[in-house]
């Protein structure tokens, strides 16, 4: 049979939902066409290949790329000095009220040109590609004004024109309140509904929606009105729920269908049962607990106990998680919400995938998916969790390249 490029004597951990855990192969073999798998599964039991391109794996592991599924990586300067404040005693959501948090970095992010949003994204993205990363969701919300989010969105489109990866956008005008609007939320909420929302939608450049449900941000209330917009230009949606107190915006995403909440902390089991029912994936952030230092726990063992699904990601962002490791991202999940290697290898991968609504053409090692895979020196995939800053990556391969 014909194709591209094959990998063989291979250990795969395919992630495929119908096969126990990891869905491991000893002897594997996967064949690439047409930038998609062809085959993944046992060497013995392949088709003989006629490949131009032939890799010998020797026993390196291979699992599928990794997904980053939450990210603000698209931001104007940083935030040491915050963590120095913070170091001194502050909190994180002192220093918001204060006016610093989100609105220092939207200050910095409307000073920058789109090719300076660009060119530092790229440093972080090179970060998180050398892990064997291949696909990252980019969330505006730096801009809070039509223009400014539209060029933080084009400059996270960007990125894929210039390192190989698929980028997805989330737009997030509903992150912080813009000092602008004077106060009011409520109309800051009509803005985004009625004119921010419907321009980016025209102009292709959010695949989903997103929100900060929260007291420092906006109320379940206004969220809803976001997530309805959202469902009338047929945009799926996600939320940033529960990281500080309980509003339960878990149940509120699930009501929305949304594709994932995220953070969790104060997500009650009537959230998590309610996530479950709808689909909606638990996107858990370990970076920016730590980051923070909270001490609530997201409810990992009602997410077990009912059954709702549960990703990783780092949350890639400069004030309260300035993370760009997805293998410290599982590390953190494991030592810190006690999740399994399984739980974290697959939340950084086929969870990832369903978080953002592309489980369809990513996220496991099965024919017909995209062949984005993460080849890995290790003898077993527990290290890829254990590890605190060593990278294992042997190779990175996107599209079957
Ligand atoms: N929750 C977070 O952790 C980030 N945004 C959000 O809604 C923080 C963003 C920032 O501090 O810049
Ligand atoms: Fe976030």
């Known amino acids: 049979m014909r194709c591209d490029r094959i990998w063989r004597n291979a250990r795969l951990a395919t992630l495929a939902p119908d096969q126990p855990g990891l869905g491991i192969i000893e002897s594997g073999l996967i064949a690439a066409c047409d930038r998609r798998i062809l085959y993944a599964g046992p060497e013995a039991e392949a088709p003989a290949f006629d490949a131009p391109e032939r890799t010998n794996c020797e026993e390196r592991w291979i699992t599928p790329g990794l997904i980053d599924c939450h990210t603000h990586l698209v931001y104007g300067a940083n935030r040491a000095h915050e963590f120095e404040l913070r170091l001194a005693g502050a909190s994180y959501e002192e220093i918001a009220r204060a006016g610093g948090g989100i609105l220092s970095t939207m200050a910095a992010t409307r000073a920058a040109s789109e090719a300076e949003l660009v060119e530092s994204a790229l440093l972080r993205l090179d970060a998180l590609l050398a892990e064997g990363l291949t696909t990252i969701e980019v969330k505006s919300g730096y801009g809070l004004a039509r223009d400014a989010e539209m060029r933080q969105l084009r400059a996270a489109r960007q990125l894929a024109a210039h390192r190989r990866v698929e980028v997805t956008t989330s737009f997030l005008g509903a992150h912080a309140l813009p000092p602008e609007a004077g106060g009011d939320k409520d109309a800051y909420i009509g803005l985004i509904c009625d004119k921010m929302l419907p321009a980016i939608a025209e102009a292709g450049l959010a695949d989903a929606v997103d929100a900060f449900c929260e007291s420092i941000a906006f109320s379940p209330a206004q969220t809803a009105l976001v997530f309805e917009a959202a469902g009338r230009l047929g945009l799926p949606v996600k939320l940033h729920a529960d990281q500080f107190s309980n509003l339960h915006g878990a149940a509120l995403a699930a009501r929305y269908g ?107 090692l099965q024919a017909g998916k995209f062949c984005d895979l993460a080849i890995w020196d290790i003898e077993r995939p527990a290290e890829l969790v254990y590890g605190m800053g060593f990278n294992p990556l042997h190779a990175r391969v996107w599209r079957g390249e």
Do not use: Q
């Open 258 to 364: 949304a594709l994932s909440a995220d953070h969790l902390e104060y997500t009650d089991e009537a959230g998590a049962a309610a996530m479950a029912g709808a689909g909606t994936v638990a996107v858990l952030l370990p970076g920016a607990f730590y980051f923070t230092r909270e001490t609530r726990k997201p409810p990992v063992e009602a997410f077990r106990k009912h059954g709702t699904r549960m990703a990783l990601a780092t949350d890639c962002n400069p004030g309260s998680s300035p993370l760009t490791s997805l293998l410290l991202a599982m590390n953190f999940g494991a030592t810190l919400f006690r999740l399994t290697v399984e739980e974290c290898l697959a939340g950084v991968t086929r969870e990832a995938a369903r978080a953002l609504g592309r489980f369809d053409s990513i996220g496991t």
